[in-house]
């Protein structure tokens, strides 16, 4: 899968070498290839500098923006960025997340209460895959608190096992996993290996 980038002339040089290093580490772990944009590509991401960090999820059509803005630039805010783009919903948004975090409210402030909601499973899907609390698309425990305190707990098998949550480190070894099967890497792989 390539999909086509422009990254702004006005964004910084630092947020520009963080963009640059995050396509590389996908690339290394899947078979998503990036590429400047060219006239075939009618659906492309343009990467800007504007306040905060942020993307939509998935393909939107057309030109989709993703900021990474000031306090943005390192690379695991802009892998956690693109990888929205390429589909993929925050790890805490899972339909099954309140077996493995509690989620507390009142910590939160008000204007990112819904950054916290469960995604219905129509919409998005775990593939099967196990809660994954060192994913790169996880809220830290003190996501978007208002008051100092976590807005985040890890219960069950993540507490008995003293995991932490929110590490912008790099993918994990299931983020690999799940964005490699939604673009079909083991598939084009094992076509090209065989030639079938």
Known sequence: MVIGIIICSFTGPLSRKWIVKAFKHIQQHTCIRFQKKRNKHKNFIL?????GCW????????????????????LGTAVHETVHALGVWHEQARADRNK?????????SPRY????KVIDRNISS??????DY????????????????PT???????????LTIGQRDGLSTIDIA???????????EDTKATGK
């Open 47 to 51: 990467y800007k500098s504007e306040p």
């Open 55 to 74: 993307s939509n999820v998935g393909m939107q059509g057309g030109m989709q923006v993703i900021s990474i803005g000031r306090g943005c630039e390192h």
């Open 100 to 108: 493995f975090v509690k989620i507390i409210k009142e910590n939160i």
């Open 113 to 116: 209460l819904l950054d916290f």
């Open 126 to 131: 775990a593939r099967g895959y196990p809660y």
């Open 134 to 149: 060192n994913s790169i698309m996880h809220y830290s425990q003190y996501a978007f608190t208002r008051n100092g305190e």
């Open 152 to 162: 985040i707990q890890v219960i069950g098998v993540g507490k008995e096992r003293q």
């Open 178 to 188: 799940q964005l490699r099967e939604m673009y079909q890497c083991n598939q084009k």
